[in-house]
């Protein structure tokens, strides 16, 4: 099976011109923004069925501010960090897709957060999903934690470190058995540690 989060739906238009008449300037920059939304969210990998546009309502539905075990500074967390992880972990960037040799990682052990080292996901869990980003079915027990991210005006779930909140990627709901979850992954977020032969 192929999993492909190149298909994502395009937002409808938030002013529509009416039938016969000329649209307006904020009709076409708003629909312009949608387009480029759209287009920002399939360069991301978002998928039409995970996907969902935004609504004024979300925004409510938000989880509260998370208070994290490791906790440093911006300062001091662009010293722990290199300039790509500090963009991906710190300021919720995205990798291009391939560019992590953790995609290709196929060795048993345990992929851990770059910021703090925390396990994250066994390689038994890892799974080819095509989309350019190392992918696994499900964490390790108590090691991520999740909220509600409607950047590019859609509805995604993000998925953060549990004990230093650096940001991982997206989990996404067309993975394989037995969770059925695709938990999309920055390389650049984790570090891998082989099992000892």
Known sequence: MRYSDNHSRKPSRAVAASA?????????????????????????????????PARADDARRTNAPEHFEVAYSDAEWRKRLTPAQYEILRQQGTERPYSSPL????????FACAGCALPLF????????HTGWPSFW??????VGTHTDT???MVRTEVHCRRCGGHLGHVFDDGPKPTGLRYCMNGLAMTFHPQPA
Not at 26 to 49: E, I, Y
Not at 122 to 129: G, Q
Not at 138 to 143: F, G, I, R, S, W
């Open 151 to 153: 950047t590019f005006g």
């Open 122 to 129: 066994s390689s038994r869990t890892k799974f080819d999903s």
């Open 20 to 52: 016969g008449t000329k649209p307006s300037r904020r009709a076409f920059l708003l629909s312009a923004t949608a387009a480029a939304a759209a287009a920002a969210a399939v360069a991301a990998g978002l998928g039409s069925r995970l996907v969902r």
């Open 138 to 143: 499900t964490p390790l027990e108590h090691a």
């Open 103 to 110: 995609n290709d990682e196929h060795r048993a052990g345990t």
